[in-house]
C-alpha cells in the first residue's frame, strides 16, 4: 500500500531556531514529492522534487530528495513566528495519477 | 475510521455533461474543503464550509457548485463540464485551524 510518513507529527522550537522536517514515503511509480504550507485555509505551494540529490531553495527554507532512501527533508533556517504552521508532504504518484498526502508536521515557533 | 472518502476515483465526461463529486469524512470534522490540483501546480481551493448549512467560495469557484446538508458529506457539483476543469480534485476536511485530511482524489478527464 502507498503510503507517506512525517515526522515529527508537532514541534515547537524558539525564533532563530533552524528546523528539520522529514517526509518518508514508500509508492510505487514515484513521480514527484511535494511540500506545502498550511496555515488557515488553502496550503501553499513550496516545492516539487523529482530529482535526488538536487537541492531547491526559497529565501530560508530549502528541500532535497533521497530516491534511494525514499525520503525528503524540509529545512527552515533562522525561523520567525510567521514560519508557524502545519507542513504538508505529498508524492504524486504515476500510475493512476495519485497524489497520497502524509498527515503533517505542525510546527509553532515561540517568540 | 474511513477517514475521508471520494467517489468516483475516475472519470471522463464529455464537454457540458454534468457530474456530482462526492466526498465524505467520519470524523465530525466542520470544516470541509474541495481543492484541483493541476499538473505541477499547487492546489487551489475552489469551496470550502466551515460547518452544515454554510459554504463559501474558495479562490477558483467559477464552473462549480457545493452543498453541506450534513457534517458528512459535502459533494461538488459540476454542471457544464469544461475541458479547462480536467484536473485532480481533492476533498479534505479537519476540525478549525487543525490538520486538513485529505481525500485519495478524484481524477476527472472532460474531452
Known amino acids: 500500500e502507498d503510503k507517506v510518513v512525517q515526522s515529527p507529527l508537532s514541534l515547537v522550537v524558539h525564533e532563530g531556531d533552524t528546523v528539520t522536517l522529514n517526509c518518508s514515503y514508500e509508492v510505487t511509480n514515484f513521480r514527484s514529492l511535494l511540500w506545502y504550507k498550511q496555515e488557515k485555509k488553502a496550503p501553499t505551494f513550496l516545492f516539487m522534487l523529482t530529482s535526488s540529490g538536487i537541492e531547491k531553495k526559497s529565501g530560508r527554507l530549502s528541500s532535497i530528495l533521497d530516491k534511494k532512501e525514499l525520503f525528503s527533508i524540509l529545512n527552515i533556517t533562522a525561523t520567525q513566528t510567521g514560519d508557524s504552521a502545519v507542513y504538508l508532504c505529498a508524492v504524486d504518484v504515476n500510475r493512476d495519477d495519485k497524489i497520497i498526502f502524509g498527515k503533517g508536521t505542525r510546527l509553532h515557533i515561540l517568540p | 475510521n474511513a477517514g475521508v472518502t471520494q467517489t468516483p476515483k475516475f472519470r471522463i465526461l464529455k464537454i457540458g455533461q454534468s457530474m456530482t463529486l462526492q466526498c465524505t469524512q467520519d470524523?465530525?470534522?466542520?470544516?470541509m474543503y474541495w481543492y484541483r490540483q493541476d499538473p505541477g501546480m499547487g492546489l487551489k481551493l475552489i469551496y470550502y464550509s466551515v460547518g452544515a448549512g454554510i459554504t463559501d467560495k474558495g479562490e477558483v469557484p467559477n464552473g462549480y457548485n457545493v452543498s453541506r446538508s450534513t457534517t458528512e458529506d459535502f459533494p461538488l457539483r459540476l454542471e457544464l463540464a469544461a475541458p479547462s476543469q480536467t484536473s485532480v480534485y481533492f476533498c479534505?476536511?479537519?476540525?478549525?485551524?487543525?490538520?486538513?485530511?485529505f481525500g485519495p482524489g478524484t481524477r476527472l478527464l472532460v474531452l
Open positions: 470524523m465530525n470534522h466542520n470544516y
Open positions: 479534505a476536511s479537519s476540525y478549525p485551524s487543525e490538520t486538513q485530511y
